[in-house]
């Protein structure tokens, strides 16, 4: 016999939450392109989408800030 679906078990439409990135999060996303990890990676290790990080390498959002993890790297090596 073929059991009946409920009503009650619909997956939701909601989209789940993801965390906003800030100036010092765009930096960060560069950084960890830079040492090798793909897009979906840092998503994932920053809870954000990966569209999002996207926009961050591609500098759509957050204008300056592969200068920013340019200086943090520099400042990482000394």
Request: glycine residues 2%.
């Amino acid at each position: 016999m073929i059991e009946e679906t409920t009503p009650h078990k619909t997956p939701s439409a909601v989209a789940p939450e993801f965390r906003v990135l800030n100036a010092t999060d765009a930096a960060l996303i560069s950084l960890l392109k830079w040492d090798g990890d793909a897009d979906h990676v840092i998503a994932n290790k920053l809870s954000t989408m990966p569209s999002r990080v996207s926009d961050i390498l591609a500098e759509t959002t957050h204008f300056g800030s592969r200068d920013k993890a340019t200086k943090m790297a520099a400042s990482r090596k000394d």
